[in-house]
Each structure stands twice: as C-alpha cells, then as structure tokens.
C-alpha cells in the first residue's frame, strides 16, 4: 500500500510539473506597444492586428510623438494617444494607454521625455521573474524607450526592443540611419545603439515588402464591422489618401514577431561608430502569408 502511494505521489508531482511546464510554454508573452499611431496609415493597421494576437499580454500602449516632421500637427504625441484610445474602444479590447514623451529627448542636462510611458516601460521590467524580458515593439521615434533606461539604466538587460527603421544593404553590410523613425529623435536611436538591450530591428527596405491595395481594402473591411470602416477611412482621410497602393511598414515587424517562421533574421555586428554592438537584423519576410493573416484574423475578431 506504501508503494501503490509513494507510486501516485510521484505521478502527482510528474503531472504537476508538466503542467507548469507546458503554461509556461503557453504563457503570453509581456508586451509593450509603442506607436506614432496618428502619423501615418499602417500603425493603426499594426496596432489593431496586435491588439487581438493571443500569444502577447499587452501590458499598455504608448503613444509615440513625430514631432520632428514636416508636416508634423501642434501635438503629435496627443494625436497619437487619442487614435489609440479611439482604437482601444473599436477593437473592445482592456489595454491600458499611456502619453509619451512630447518631443525628441534633450540635447544637454537631463535628456530624457520623463513620460507615463517611460515610467511604464520601467515599471513593468521590475514586475518580471528574474531571467524574464519584456518585449518592446516600437513602431516609430524611440524617445520612450530610450528615456526609459536613461532613467534606469539598470533595466536595460530586462528589454528586448523590437523596431521598425534604419535601413540595411545585407550584401555590402551598409547600415545607414535616414529614415523617417530614426530622424524623429537621433538621439533615442544613439542611445539605445550605445546600450545593452537587446535589439530586433526591421529595416524600412525589408518592411516595404509589405504593400496594400486599396481595392483589397475596401473589399475586406468596408462595411463589414466598425473597425473596417475605421481603417478603410483612415486610408482615405490621410494626407495622401488618393494612393491605389501604399506600404503598411509596421504591420511588417507586428507579423515578423508573432510569425518568426515567416520572417529570416541575422545576426550584425555593427561599426565602431554604430555602437560596436550586435543587432538582429530581420533579413526578409513572406509578405502575403503575413497580409493575408490579418485580414483574416480581423474578421474572426469581429465574427466572436
């Protein structure tokens, strides 16, 4: 009788074990959005397909600024911040949203945007078991995140940043920093270069694979549910809302991280005045698997 019940406990702690084993493997993994949502057409796109992916547990979204731009409004991070909160409400989802850092960081004294959303990214890195990172997925300027270990540097071990910018010529290994998202605040990009953290990056060359049709568009969102209409209007209401095709860049990185399989990515080891560091590199990307994907998972959203 000992036997038979020494027998169950092992089977008993046997089973437990694999049950924690497999919820860790299940477990969603701690995300952090960081966009420039009102600049452009495809963060709104990014964002929504990020906002319903299963396998991530959105701690928050934060709004990112484009102040730097041209044709930048009195308050871009504000603008972004609604779009997100007006986004939130469409997509019915619980995701907390946090305002950014104004502008680009400082050139002297303190040079971090001190923002709820780098005190966000702060606090959710102290919240996490040891040997556990938080993902970052930032789809424009990196002011947040590099204020955020400007102001704790200790948490940089803590992150792995994944970004859309810069771009990078694979055969001639040419890394060059004259994109959109790295002129918003060149001082965010030298900080994080200069850093620890572990960096995933989408180049703009790599992202353009991904291209929309505006007939697409219409035939799969317009008039089937609120949000469709949301996106599919936003594409119109743009400053250039007469294109037939336009690159949705960031939806590019949110597929490359949920679908690594669908992505390759190097590994660079970049110059003396790049920060000397190593950065993973996302190489190419299946760019119809990943645009099919999520006009489907947008309609299974809507059809619960």
């Known amino acids: 009788m000992k036997k038979f ?5 092992l089977f008993s702690l046997l089973l437990v074990s694999f049950q924690k084993e497999t919820l860790a493997q299940t477990a969603p993994i701690p995300v952090i959005l ?6 452009e057409v495809d963060d709104l796109y990014a964002v929504a397909r990020a906002l319903i992916e299963p396998s991530w547990n959105i701690l928050a979204l934060n709004a990112t600024h484009w102040q730097t731009s041209h044709w930048a409004i009195p308050q871009t991070m504000e ?6 909160q007006v986004l939130v409400g469409e997509m019915g989802v619980d995701v907390k949203t946090r305002r950014g850092g104004i502008a680009r960081m400082f050139d002297w004294g303190d040079l971090a945007q001190h923002s709820a959303a780098a ?21 424009g300027a990196l002011t947040n995140v590099a204020s955020a270990i400007y102001i ?20 001639k290994e040419i890394f060059k920093r004259q994109d959109f998202n790295c002129v918003m605040d060149v001082q965010a990009l030298e900080i994080l270069l200069n850093s620890t953290v572990e960096m995933h990056i ?19 969102l317009k008039g089937q549910h609120t ?15 007469s294109r037939r095709r336009r690159v949705i860049w960031d939806l590019a990185l949110i597929q490359a991280v949920i679908y690594p399989d669908w992505a390759t990515e190097v590994e660079v080891k970049l110059s003396k005045e ?10 190419d990307i299946q760019a119809e698997s990943m645009r099919q994907e999520f006009y489907e998972k947008i309609a299974q959203h809507f059809e619960k």
């Open 79 to 84: 603008n972004s911040y609604r779009l997100n």
């Open 5 to 9: 019940y020494s027998i169950v406990f």
């Open 202 to 220: 989408i180049p703009v060359n790599i992202a353009a694979q991904m291209t929309f049709d505006r007939a697409e568009v219409n035939e799969k």
């Open 119 to 139: 005190y966000e990214i702060i606090q959710q890195t102290k919240t996490l078991p040891d040997g556990e990172q938080l993902a970052v997925v930032a789809l």
């Open 34 to 39: 960081d966009a420039d949502t009102g600049n």
């Open 152 to 171: 704790d540097p200790t948490i940089e071990s803590k992150l792995k940043l994944y970004w859309l910018g810069s771009t990078y010529d694979f055969d």
């Open 227 to 241: 949000l469709g209409d949301f996106l599919s209007d936003r594409w119109f209401q743009h400053l250039d809302g």
């Open 274 to 283: 790049n920060g000397d560091r190593t950065v993973f590199f996302y190489k």
